[in-house]
Nanobody, 123 residues
Framework: QVLLVESGGGLVQAGGSLNLSCVAE????????MAWFRQAPGKEREIVAS????????DYSDSVKGRFTIARANSKKTLYLEMGSLKPEDTAVYYC????????????????WGQGTQVTVSS
């Protein structure tokens, strides 16, 4: 059983920062590519950033590149998303996701999901 629990969401003004965390209850965290997704009201879920199992590789969507940073601490089984220069269009529910495969880059498929944390950016 894989359990992912996000935290750190909230309300912030445009231009501000927020840091999200995702604690993973899984034995194989250090072997999984991880990612952050988001879903805004009325829109499809989109990938924001991903990080390989060792942290050596990262990838970002064009909409957040240069503003967000994904990181992980395998010893703590925790995934992070540092969000800066936030914009109202960043408002969404943010989800942590784990690859179903092991040591795959690109990932095979994100088969494990957290319940999400709300991020609201006011203008």
């Amino acid at each position: 059983q894989v359990l992912l629990v996000e935290s750190g969401g909230g309300l912030v003004q445009a231009g501000g920062s927020l840091n999200l965390s995702c604690v993973a209850e899984m034995i194989t965290f250090s072997s999984r590519t991880m990612a952050w997704f988001r879903q805004a009201p009325g829109k499809e879920r989109e990938i924001v950033a991903s990080i390989s199992w060792s942290g050596a590789r990262t990838d970002y969507s064009d909409s957040v590149k240069g503003r967000f940073t994904i990181a992980r601490a395998n010893s703590k089984k925790t995934l992070y998303l540092e969000m800066g220069s936030l914009k109202p269009e960043d408002t969404a529910v943010y989800y942590c996701a784990a690859d179903s495969g092991f040591q795959a880059w690109p990932p095979s498929a994100y088969g494990h999901w957290g319940q999400g944390t709300q991020v609201t950016v006011s203008s």
